[in-house]
């Protein structure tokens, strides 16, 4: 593959990880919007398939991890703890 390629590839990469992220963005507002006490039992699993797409949408930040800013490596930690901690409300509460 020539630079130009490689370059290109990339881009269409980022933009896909940053329409996932878009999404699971709108998606964390509107299922995670209304109080816990309020919002049905399966708003815990669609939050933890948002927190999973946050996920995915960090996920060049795993490859790169000594390029990527602190902000990005936060969130690739947080983002699959997340998961997890709403897959644990859903089947365990």
């Known amino acids: 593959m020539n630079e130009k390629q490689k370059r290109s590839n990339g881009d269409i990469m980022n933009m896909v990880q940053i329409a996932i992220g878009i999404i699971a963005l709108i998606g964390l507002v509107y299922f995670g919007l209304p109080s ?3 919002r049905p039992k399966i708003y ?7 927190w999973a797409l946050m996920a995915l949408s960090g996920a060049s930040t795993y490859w790169n991890w000594k390029k ?3 902000s990005r490596k936060l969130m690739a930690i947080a983002a699959p703890l997340a998961t997890l901690l709403y897959l644990q409300k859903y089947f365990w509460s």
């Open 68 to 70: 990527a800013v602190w």
């Open 44 to 50: 815990e699993l669609y939050l933890a398939g948002i």
């Open 36 to 38: 816990p006490d309020e």
